[in-house]
């Protein structure tokens, strides 16, 4: 009997070009020991003209699949998590499905924001257990570039542009995802927000000129709603599968800040050499962190068969999830 779904392959991919800190501090008034100090972050990842979030998902989709030994044709469902859209329509998971070749394939696009992949976990896991789907191919893909205010240096140096992916299949092994806990707060909506280009308030000459398409945060106060909600998240999650803390092998947490990784870390009860982080060289790439950080995880040989990791995230919206796989 199906129990859970496994992660059967993990993929990624990062444009080649490079931004350093020294080069933001040729755009804002920054400096290199003033964005580490603050974010962790050395260096991020940004696409070149032409390139889009279905471009980067479709690298990591097909490197995932590769290494699953799974043919496009075999996936029945395609989850892609995303604030970075090509388009508002079609979903951008329906452009990746023409990419692979996954013909078979629905296709659908996730919105929560730097959550959306552990919202894809619990969602491509239902989808699997309940027989829906026997393959999902599950994608976070941003290209956050392209709705950044290059001029504000609060928020320029946050973020970058990369894509991370993982194959799911029936397991009935004790192996897969065990559980996960997911929450949201629209109170917290205008925390972090992109407000205009939508119904609400429709693209025109006046919300360009006054920035109303670019990324926008209140960072006291998302740090004290991120620490909050991710480790309450971890504490939930580990309830819900009947596990300590001392039983978990790694801590993936959304790539956001080092401070509040730190933060996290601490209250949640883990010590940081039981802590993923990369953010140093990508920045914060919203849904694509935590794919990217398992991948990035098993080929170091951070993550070993067997071993339990722990995932949280949190995001706009406001938006927080935590998933324990036993990898």
Not at 250 to 259: I, K
Request: aromatic share 4%.
């Amino acid at each position: 009997m199906i129990r859970s779904a496994a992660i059967l392959g993990t993929g990624m991919a990062i444009p080649p070009r490079v931004l350093t800190n020294a080069d933001l501090a040729k755009l804002v008034d920054t400096n290199d020991e003033w964005i580490v100090q603050r974010t962790g972050i050395r260096e991020r990842h940004i696409v070149e003209n032409g390139q889009a979030t279905s471009d980067l998902a479709a690298l990591a989709g097909r490197q995932a699949l590769e290494r699953a030994g799974v043919s496009p044709e075999a996936v029945d469902l395609i989850l892609l998590a995303t604030l970075s859209p090509d388009m508002l329509c079609p979903s951008t998971a329906c452009l990746v499905q023409a990419a692979l070749g996954a013909r078979n394939a629905a296709a659908v696009d996730l919105e929560a924001a730097c959550s959306g992949f552990v919202y894809g976990l619990s969602l491509a896991r239902g989808a699997i257990v309940s027989g829906e789907a026997k393959t999902v191919l599950l994608i976070g893909a941003e290209v956050t570039s392209r709705f950044v205010d290059w001029t504000d240096r609060t928020t320029c140096v946050l973020f970058g542009d990369a894509a991370g992916a993982a194959v799911l299949g029936p397991s009935a092994n004790g192996r897969g995802v065990l559980g996960t806990v997911l929450g949201a707060d629209g109170n917290g909506a205008s925390l972090i927000d992109v407000p205009a280009g939508g119904s609400r308030e429709p693209a025109s000459a006046e919300t360009v000129a006054a920035k109303r398409h670019v990324l926008r945060l209140k960072g006291g106060d998302v740090f004290k709603s991120g620490v909050r909600s991710m480790t309450q998240a971890v504490a939930d999650v580990l309830k819900k599968c009947g596990l300590a803390k001392e039983e978990i092998a790694l801590l993936v947490p959304h790539q956001a800040n080092s401070r509040i990784i730190g933060a996290v870390a601490e209250a949640a009860g883990f010590p940081l050499e039981k802590v993923f982080q990369n953010l140093d060289r990508y920045g914060n790439t919203s849904a694509a962190t935590i794919p990217v950080a398992l991948h990035e995880a098993e080929v170091q040989g951070r993550i070993k068969p067997g071993d339990l990791v722990c995932c949280v995230a949190f995001g706009g919206g406001l938006t927080w999830g935590a998933a324990i796989i036993r990898w």
